[in-house]
């Protein structure tokens, strides 16, 4: 085991309050955000229950670990709070000037379509 490695070994907790592993060391049975996400799962209220950590740019980086057997399966959006973001997406192609709904965002910054703008023309 390297220097940077055992540095950052630590599966019982005494030196940074919770296990900790090295860059891909960790044991199964834990995984990120993003990997539970990737496996339609979420944390659901536990505590982060392990980490990794490596060194990264502008120093040591971490990443927080959660069990896979406490994980919950992800909440799905109701009909209505998808026809709900559907129309506030709408809204924001919509151009306030000319009301024609295009297929980009409207930029904040002009307030209105890239067409009716006088800064573009």
Known sequence: MGRIRAAYWDP?????GVPTWWWQGAPPGYA??????ARGLRPGGQPVAAQILWRGVGGTRVAYLYRLDLARPKRT???AQMAAISRALAARRTCPTCGIVRDYFIPRSL???LTCSPVLT
């Not at 019982?12 to 940074?16: A, P």
């Not at 990120?32 to 996400?37: A, D, E, I, K, S």
């Open 77 to 79: 959006a109701s009909p």
């Open 32 to 37: 990120t955000r993003r990997q539970l996400r």
């Open 12 to 16: 019982e907790g005494s030196r940074y």
């Open 111 to 113: 307030g209105e379509c």
